[in-house]
């Protein structure tokens, strides 16, 4: 996908790969920012982002997903919204 004009790292392409069961690798030159806005170090061109919320690297991916989720089922973090809906 090309990364529109406006945008910080103007007229570069990124793309985001989301993996079942895993992060989002997202691949090509584009500045993250945190909540407060500060850029995110990167020392690679890919980058793996969390999606099970229980990285030791927020919000990069270390691997807990392979211990947290089971192949096939949803997000930790969503069985726990459900639970506290219940």
């Known amino acids: 996908m090309a990364a529109d004009s406006s945008d910080a790292g103007s007229g570069r392409d990124a793309q985001i790969t989301i993996y079942p069961d895993g ?3 997202l691949r090509g ?3 993250i ?5 500060s850029p995110l170090p990167r020392r ?5 982002l969390c999606r ?4 030791g690297l ?4 270390d691997g807990t997903h392979k211990v947290v989720w089971k192949p096939g089922r949803d997000s930790p973090l969503a069985r726990r919204r459900e639970a506290a809906e219940d």
Do not use: K
């Not at 690679?44 to 793996?48: D, H, I, K, L, S």
């Not at 927020?58 to 991916?61: A, D, E, F, G």
């Open 58 to 61: 927020m919000p990069l991916c």
């Open 33 to 37: 920012l945190t909540a407060d806005g």
């Open 44 to 48: 690679r061109r890919t980058v793996a």
């Open 29 to 31: 030159d584009v500045e």
């Open 23 to 25: 992060p989002m690798l």
């Open 52 to 55: 099970c919320g229980h990285s």
